[in-house]
């Protein structure tokens, strides 16, 4: 309730903005005696993707989608900006280059990809995904965008389509120099497709892989988990589980894996209640402020 509130305040707090964050009152040309020579908004992005993102953590998602979507129109506006010719008239005198721009249309599109992708509207995330790589991205961004691709493929029954998209990553993965977390998404891929077939010995494998790798990889390690209950082996699924919370708290000590545990405590134990008061207790003393402990069920 705490953080609800707290997120209704930032809300309530981010529409006080006198007719939203680009009126003028918070342009620079609106004091000139303090910004000579200087015009555009005050606002720093940081705050337009926040008055985006926060109303649909108090169950807005409509409001944050389309704002979202006015903000990427924004954020294109200053790409093309920033490619003419520059006179006295356009020069950007925030000092900001058309790269970090781009990169800020790469961040705002994948934020409404994670909108569409959490309500399964995925022929709007497949053309999200398709644009963004046909602007030709980074090699490792460009694994990233294709490994999104390949996932929503697999929620659309398209595995064929799936297992090209992740063959191309793991291309690209090879022929680049990588870090840890690059290798981990092609080992991740594979394990998923190995899911889909019910192989939930060979997705073990590749997870174990990305965790010997990196033993923080919440992702690899929650999967694991799950393949093991698919396995019947609660006990092991359990204390993997267990072992990351102990290892890793900062990592892993999110509501998604929580869930997971208290789903295997519940299958594995007739007294699950007071297994999961104790974590849930445990988790009040470590949890960051904003962590919905309603997530153990207790």
């Given at each position: 309730?705490?953080?609800?509130?707290?997120?209704?305040?930032?809300?309530?707090?981010?529409?006080?903005?006198?007719?939203?964050?680009?009126?003028?009152?918070?342009?620079?040309?609106?004091?000139?005696?303090?910004?000579?020579?200087?015009?555009?908004?005050?606002?720093?992005?940081?705050?337009?993707?926040?008055?985006?993102?926060?109303?649909?953590?108090?169950?807005n998602r409509q409001e944050t989608v389309d704002r979202f979507y006015t903000l990427l129109h924004f954020?294109?506006?200053?790409?093309?900006?920033?490619?003419?010719?520059?006179?006295?008239?356009?020069?950007?005198?925030?000092?900001?280059?058309?790269?970090?721009?781009?990169?800020?249309?790469?961040?705002?599109?994948?934020?409404?990809?994670?909108?569409?992708?959490?309500?399964?509207?995925?022929?709007?995330?497949?053309?999200?995904?398709?644009?963004?790589?046909?602007?030709?991205?980074?090699?490792?961004?460009?694994?990233?965008?294709?490994?999104?691709?390949?996932?929503?493929?697999?929620?659309?029954?398209?595995?064929?389509?799936?297992?090209?998209?992740?063959?191309?990553?793991?291309?690209?993965?090879?022929?680049?120099?990588?870090?840890?977390?690059?290798?981990?998404?092609?080992?991740?891929?594979?394990?998923?497709?190995?899911?889909?077939?019910?192989?939930?010995?060979?997705?073990?494998?590749?997870?174990?892989?990305?965790?010997?790798?990196?033993?923080?990889?919440?992702?690899?390690?929650?999967?694991?988990?799950?393949?093991?209950?698919?396995?019947?082996?609660?006990?092991?699924?359990?204390?993997?589980?267990?072992?990351?919370?102990?290892?890793v708290p900062t990592a892993a000590l999110n509501e998604t894996f929580v869930v997971n545990l208290c789903?295997?405590?519940?299958?594995?134990?007739v007294n699950h209640s007071d297994i999961k008061k104790t974590l849930s207790n445990w988790i009040a003393?470590?949890?960051?402020?904003?962590?919905?402990?309603?997530?153990?069920?207790?």
């Amino acid at each position: 309730n705490e953080l609800k509130n707290r997120l209704n305040e930032a809300v309530t707090e981010l529409d006080t903005l006198e007719n939203g964050i680009d009126n003028v009152i918070y342009s620079y040309e609106n004091y000139p005696q303090h910004y000579p020579n200087r015009y555009g908004s005050m606002a720093p992005f940081s705050l337009r993707w926040l008055y985006a993102e926060l109303p649909s953590r108090i169950g807005n998602r409509q409001e944050t989608v389309d704002r979202f979507y006015t903000l990427l129109h924004f954020v294109r506006e200053k790409i093309k900006t920033n490619a003419k010719p520059k006179t006295d008239e356009n020069e950007d005198f925030s000092g900001m280059s058309g790269d970090i721009w781009r990169k800020r249309e790469g961040l705002v599109i994948n934020s409404i990809i994670s909108h569409h992708l959490s309500h399964k509207e995925f022929s709007v995330c497949l053309d999200l995904i398709k644009d963004l790589v046909n602007r030709d991205p980074t090699p490792v961004a460009r694994a990233v965008l294709i490994s999104k691709l390949g996932y929503i493929q697999m929620q659309l029954g398209d595995l064929d389509g799936a297992k090209a998209s992740f063959n191309i990553v793991e291309g690209i993965v090879t022929e680049e120099k990588v870090e840890t977390e690059m290798k981990n998404l092609v080992n991740r891929n594979k394990a998923l497709m190995f899911m889909v077939g019910k192989d939930y010995v060979s997705a073990v494998r590749e997870y174990q892989e990305c965790i010997d790798r990196d033993d923080s990889d919440v992702v690899a390690i929650n999967n694991k988990a799950l393949c093991l209950m698919y396995l019947r082996d609660l006990s092991d699924s359990i204390k993997v589980s267990e072992s990351a919370l102990e290892r890793v708290p900062t990592a892993a000590l999110n509501e998604t894996f929580v869930v997971n545990l208290c789903s295997m405590y519940e299958l594995a134990y007739v007294n699950h209640s007071d297994i999961k008061k104790t974590l849930s207790n445990w988790i009040a003393r470590v949890a960051p402020d904003d962590f919905d402990t309603s997530c153990t069920r207790v």
